[in-house]
């Protein structure tokens, strides 16, 4: 007999919480048994959509009537540490999309809640979790380029993200903490953590609050370097967008993940280029195939760590570490001086 499924709800049924139904609807183990938005029509369209139970309005509301064994929260980050905290409360496990919260402390009571209540947290960080990214990261662990020595991240584009997203822009801070904040965890998922980092920020879009262009240099522990640098400001044709590229040097080889999910892998004097473009599921659509296939992903590898009792790879205490760096970030352009992340934002 097949073990029952996990039963899971969503709350937030807004612009990217589409992506996370879809690839629920594709996961044998888990069933949506109820979907919850604050805006009625939300959250019963996604019920109809997706065959749902239940929808509710108001979390507590779902809380006090349903049985879950895991909530996946993908509001915005205002609400993180109140939706969270209900669920702690009733020791359902939890999943919430980045940015964890709006400012440290609160990232850090989110992560400690979990903890005390002995509820599982994973932030839904899903761009290590895209194909190309995966390959990446699986050739330098196998050691394909020896020891990496300089990593170059970088995401730049002039894609209109304010469409689909219209509250990125009036955030005072806006692309550090919503996009940096993956192209961070990237590079220290392949480089490891950060001794020291400087960043510059730059506003080119006048229509929007928040800095659109931010470039970073980060020293590593063990004394690499890298690059990151992230854009909404880039005018080129095609635009690359979302895609992140990546160029790896090691002490035997390269690693590039170029436009195009082009890999070039140098290593022992020869090269290798091959396609590791993504697999497009049913409800994904081009370009943003790469990023709707990372849900899918991220969402097995939870149910895969559940299944072996083992933390999730973004777990919270992991993600503290991401959004030191984030903090960090802006307090190196503020300051305009080189910080060190673990010493102003220790994970603990
Ligand atoms: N990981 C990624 O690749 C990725 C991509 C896009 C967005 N995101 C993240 O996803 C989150 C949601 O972004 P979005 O663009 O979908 O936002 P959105 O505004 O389109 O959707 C959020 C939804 O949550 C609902 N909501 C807010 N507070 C609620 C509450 N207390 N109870 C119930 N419902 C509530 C809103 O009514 C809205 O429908 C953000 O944190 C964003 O950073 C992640």
Redesign the pocket.
């Known amino acids: 007999m097949s073990a029952p499924k996990l039963r899971a709800a969503v ?7 589409q992506n996370h139904l879809h690839a629920w609807s594709m996961i044998p183990e888990v069933e949506i048994v109820a979907v ?4 009625t029509e ?1 959250a019963e369209a996604a019920k109809a959509q997706f065959g749902v139970a239940r929808a509710y309005t108001d ?1 507590a509301a779902m809380f006090a009537a349903e049985q879950l064994d895991f909530v996946d929260i ?4 205002q ?1 993180h540490r109140d ?1 969270v905290g209900q669920a702690a409360a009733k020791g359902v496990h939890v999943i919430v ?3 964890l919260a709006p400012n440290w402390a609160e990232c850090i009571a989110i992560v400690e809640t979990c903890k005390a209540a002995g509820v599982r947290l994973m932030v ?1 960080e ?1 761009f290590r979790f895209q194909t190309p990214v995966m390959a990446a990261r699986k050739l330098v662990a196998d050691g394909r380029i020896g020891t990496p020595h300089f990593a170059h991240v970088s995401f730049r584009s002039g894609y209109d993200v304010f469409s689909g ?1 219209p ?1 990125l822009a009036t955030e005072k801070r806006f692309i550090l903490i ?1 996009l940096g904040i993956h192209i961070l965890d990237i590079c220290r998922t392949i480089m490891g953590e950060a001794e020291t980092l400087y960043c510059t920020t730059q506003s080119v879009n006048p229509a929007i609050v928040g800095e659109d262009v931010a470039s970073m240099i980060i020293r590593h522990e063990d004394g690499a370097t890298s690059i990151v640098d992230c854009s909404y400001a880039s005018r080129r044709l095609p635009d690359p967008f979302p895609q992140t590229l990546l160029r790896i040097e090691g002490d035997l080889g390269t690693v590039e993940l170029m436009e195009g999910y082009c890999m070039r892998v140098t290593a022992q004097g020869k090269v290798d280029v091959y396609s590791v473009e993504p697999e497009t599921p049913p409800w994904t659509t081009k370009p943003w195939h790469v ?1 709707q296939e990372s849900v899918l992903n991220l969402q097995r590898h939870w149910i895969d760590a559940w299944a072996r009792d083992m933390p999730p790879e973004t777990s919270g205490a992991d993600n503290l570490r991401t959004y030191g760096l984030v903090m960090a970030a802006y307090e190196s352009a503020e300051r305009g001086a080189v910080v060190a992340p673990a010493t102003l934002y220790p994970p603990g």
């Open positions: 709350i937030g049924c807004g612009f990217f919480a919850c938005d604050r805006d939300k979390a993908a509001t915005t980050m609400t939706l999309q980045k940015p839904h899903n997203q509250y919503d990023l």
